[in-house]
Nanobody, 122 residues
């Protein structure tokens, strides 16, 4: 079974910085995509950023220029560097990955972490 474990959330003042980490473990042959979602109270979950195996990245317009996603393929880990945080960034941030568990797998598994709370005070 593949597991994603997030870390790095916490409480920070507006303008501050946090760095989230998400490490995948278990039966992993390759990871096609790793990304971060967030969900604030009363709002739908939204994609914040993702990174493909080849390094291509996507960012939501609301975080462009402030957040940076990166990955360490050797460690099966994705990071989200969050700078210039705003109160609107307050949410539960959850890691997501599309994973091939073995070399003969034809369909990737979609795996979610448990989430980590990010709170930005004004």
């Amino acid at each position: 079974q593949v597991q994603l474990v997030e870390s790095g959330g916490g409480l920070v003042q507006a303008g501050g910085t946090l760095r989230l980490s998400c490490a995948a473990s278990g039966s992993i042959f390759s990871i096609n995509v790793m990304g971060w979602y967030r969900q604030a109270p009363g709002k739908q979950r939204e994609l914040v950023a993702h990174i493909l195996s080849g390094g291509n990245t996507y960012y939501a317009d609301s975080v462009k220029g402030r957040f940076t996603i990166s990955r360490d393929n050797a460690k099966n880990t994705v990071y989200l560097q969050m700078n210039s945080l705003k109160p609107g960034d307050t949410a539960v941030y959850t890691c997501n990955a599309q994973i091939l568990p073995g070399p003969i797998a034809t369909t990737p598994s979609i795996v979610w972490g448990q989430g980590t709370q990010v709170t930005v005070s004004s």
